[in-house]
C-alpha cells in the first residue's frame, strides 16, 4: 500500500465580502453590528475563513453536486456526532468523526445482560477517524482594511432599525491534503483515530466486498503486521475523485444574499506526494510600495517543483483563470514540462483526477 497523499494549494479572488463572520463587532456605534474574522501578523491585517466553514462549503457541494448521502447527526445532551459509518457514508470516510458510545451487551436469546446489580451491562463502542482531509484556513495574501458598511431595516412602520457588517475585497490563499492511502481504508485496533470500525462493522465490510490489507507501520507483539478493512478500488476512487471535482462547483460563505461571491478557485495546484510536508504554502506574496498587491511567486514555486522532484509522483497540474493574474501567464507557461502541465482550472482538476486513479492500488 503505498503512502501518497495528493497536496493542493488555491487562490480565491473576492469582492466586497463577508465570508465568516466573527460576532458582534465591538467597534462599531451601531446596536447591530457584525464584525468579520481577521488575525494580525507582524502587525498587519488579515481576513480569513475558517477551516471549519471551508469543510462546510466543501462538504455541502458534495451533497448537492455529487449526490453524496450524509451521515445523519445524532445528538445527545451536549454532544453531537455522526452515525460513524464510512462503509455506507462517503462523509464520514473522507471527513472523519468521533462516536463515543455504549451498547447493550445481549445474551445468545437476544435479552439484555445483567451485572450484579441487576443494571443493563453495557460494552464501549467508541469509534474514531482523523481525517483523510486536512485543510487550511482561507486567508488573504496581503494585509486588507475592512469596511464597515451601513445599513437599515426601513420596510416597516415607525423608525427604521441599523445595522453593519464588515465588507473586505481580497485574494485569499488555502492549502489542502488528502490522505490516498486512508480513504476507504480502516483500522480496527483500539487506538484513538485508528479505531474506525466497531467489530459489527468489520463484519458488515467483510462480509458486502472490502478486503483485508496489512498495515504497513503497526505490528502485533509477534511483528506481524495489523489487518486493514479496505473498500473496493473503484468506490476509493470514486470518493477522492468527487472530493477534488467538488473544488470545481463549491460555493458558500456568510452574507451571500447581498454580498455574493465566486469561492472557486481562480488558482490551483495539485500535485501527488509521498511526503506528509505540504510545499506549497508560499508561492502567493505580496509586492508593491506597501506590500499590499497579492502576486505569484514563480521563482518559489521553481524551487518547489525542483526541491521535492524527489518526493513528487508523477504530473505536477497547475490551472489558472483567465482575467486573474493575466501578468504571471508567460511565466507559467515556462513551467509547461514532462512533468508540468499548466493549463485551466477546471481542466487541470480533471488531469490530476484522471492522473491519481492511475496511482490508487
Not at 463577508?18 to 481576513?47: E, H, M, P, R
Not at 490563499?173 to 470500525?197: E, H, I, P, R
Not at 508561492?283 to 517543483?305: D, P, S
Amino acid at each position: 500500500m503505498e503512502l501518497l497523499k495528493t497536496q493542493g494549494f488555491i487562490l480565491i479572488d473576492v469582492d466586497v465580502v463577508a465570508l465568516n463572520n466573527a460576532g458582534a463587532s465591538t467597534t462599531t456605534k451601531f446596536d447591530n453590528g457584525v464584525a468579520t474574522k481577521t488575525i494580525k501578523k507582524n502587525g498587519k491585517t488579515y481576513a480569513y475563513v475558517s477551516g471549519q466553514s471551508w469543510r462546510y462549503w466543501w462538504r455541502d457541494t458534495l451533497k448537492k453536486d455529487f449526490g453524496w448521502d450524509m451521515s445523519p447527526i445524532i445528538r445527545e445532551s451536549k454532544i453531537a456526532f455522526t452515525d460513524a459509518n464510512p462503509l455506507k457514508f462517503s462523509d464520514d470516510d473522507v471527513f472523519g468523526y468521533m462516536k463515543a458510545a455504549k451498547d447493550v451487551v445481549l445474551k445468545d436469546d437476544g435479552t439484555p445482560q445483567l451485572d450484579s446489580k441487576g443494571k443493563e451491562e453495557k460494552k464501549d463502542v467508541t469509534v474514531t477517524r482523523v481525517s483523510p482531509l486536512k485543510n487550511s484556513v482561507l486567508v488573504s495574501v496581503v494585509n486588507v482594511s475592512t469596511e464597515e458598511h451601513w445599513s437599515s431595516m426601513a420596510r416597516q412602520e415607525g423608525d427604521s432599525v441599523p445595522y453593519s457588517k464588515e465588507e473586505y475585497s481580497a485574494v485569499m490563499k488555502g492549502m489542502f491534503s488528502l490522505d490516498l492511502a486512508q480513504v476507504g481504508t480502516f483500522a480496527t485496533y483500539n487506538k484513538t483515530g485508528f479505531k474506525n470500525l466497531t467489530s459489527k462493522l468489520q463484519e458488515e465490510g467483510l462480509a458486502n466486498g472490502c478486503s483485508l490489507v496489512n498495515d504497513p507501520f503497526v505490528k502485533d507483539a509477534k511483528g506481524i503486521a495489523k489487518q486493514l478493512v479496505q473498500l473496493p478500488l473503484a468506490t476509493r476512487q470514486t470518493r477522492i475523485e468527487d472530493t477534488l471535482k467538488a473544488l470545481k462547483t463549491i460555493s458558500g460563505g456568510a452574507m451571500q444574499t447581498n454580498n455574493m461571491a465566486d469561492v472557486t478557485p481562480k488558482f490551483i495546484i495539485l500535485a501527488t506526494t509521498t511526503s506528509g510536508n505540504h510545499p506549497f504554502s508560499h508561492v502567493a506574496k505580496g509586492e508593491g510600495l506597501y506590500n499590499n498587491i497579492a502576486v505569484l511567486n514563480i521563482n518559489a514555486l521553481k524551487e518547489v517543483l525542483d526541491d521535492y522532484k524527489d518526493q513528487i509522483i508523477g504530473t505536477v497540474y497547475i490551472g489558472k483563470r483567465a482575467g486573474f493574474m493575466d501578468e504571471c501567464n508567460d511565466e507559467l507557461a515556462s513551467l509547461n514540462s514532462e512533468n508540468v502541465i499548466v493549463t485551466t482550472v477546471n481542466q487541470a482538476i480533471d488531469g490530476y483526477c484522471k492522473q491519481v486513479k492511475t496511482q490508487l492500488k
